[in-house]
């Protein structure tokens, strides 16, 4: 997906990244028929058969509400995921030729359940398109006022999450990296496309844990009612993200108590010395 008009870094590197993505999701899966070759369609999504997905082979797609074209997919984009644009005045239309390459949506969401990778890169697809089409819709509704959801950056040392605060967003760190801080002690790194966040979340309860920017980052902000609502249209997607927090919450505990017996390790030491 790619935003008309002028766009901030972070959509770009947020649009090449996810551009990559749709191919990877369908590999070792074989088309459910040959490529459908489309001339012009003024509303697409209904000339698509409703049980399959479709890649981009060639050609471009725009993405239109209220007949004004905000977006447009490319080569190697999937559509096919949402039946149009789910908003009053939304579709999709081609005015050139476009050829799709056809796989059946059923094989295609448990090609992407039977692996955990893919289960994870179908998750970031899914919240980077999202997060690109709510800076779409705001660009319609307000196009002189920054969306106060969707991208952030933040400097050397900014805080993203403060350990206390309500949970209202899940975040994914699109370029730099950030250090997870817990009562004042470091407990854990946070990389490039992690997702973080989430845990509290889906549990309703305050931040564990403090999280510091340690470079100059982009971050991709997602609204917690529509990141649950992602979670709920696709399950097995759900379980695999639980899994992984899951697993790091298992991590940092296991340096929370490292860094205790380190601790006890000191005083006892400082203990032992004799007074001069």
Known sequence: ????????????????????????????????????????????????????????????????????????LQEGDLIGLQQGLDLPGGHYSCQEPVRLIPYQRSAVLKHIAAENERQELFLFYLLGQSTLFTEAIARLS???????????????????????????????????HAEAWFNGEKVGDIAKDEIFGAMAVFTKERRSATVIASEHSSVMVIPQDQFLGL?????????????????????????VVRMRCQIKTDTAYDADKPLT
């Open 231 to 255: 979670m709920q249209s696709n399950p097995h997607i759900a379980h695999c993200l639980i899994e992984n927090m899951a697993h790091c919450i298992e991590l940092l505990n296991k340096e």
């Open 1 to 72: 997906m790619y935003l008309l008009g002028e766009q901030p870094s972070h959509c770009a590197t947020l649009t090449n990244r996810l551009q990559t993505i749709p191919l990877q999701l369908v590999s070792g899966l074989q088309p459910c028929g040959p490529a459908l070759d489309v001339e012009q369609s003024k509303h697409l999504e209904n000339d698509l058969p409703r049980d399959q997905l479709f890649i981009i082979d060639s050609g471009v797609i725009n993405g239109v509400i209220d007949e004004r074209t905000l977006f447009y």
């Open 142 to 176: 307000q196009p002189d006022v920054p969306p106060p959801t969707g991208f952030k950056s933040f400097a050397a040392g900014e805080v993203l999450i403060q350990q206390g605060d309500p949970a209202e967003h899940v975040f994914i760190i699109l370029e730099g």
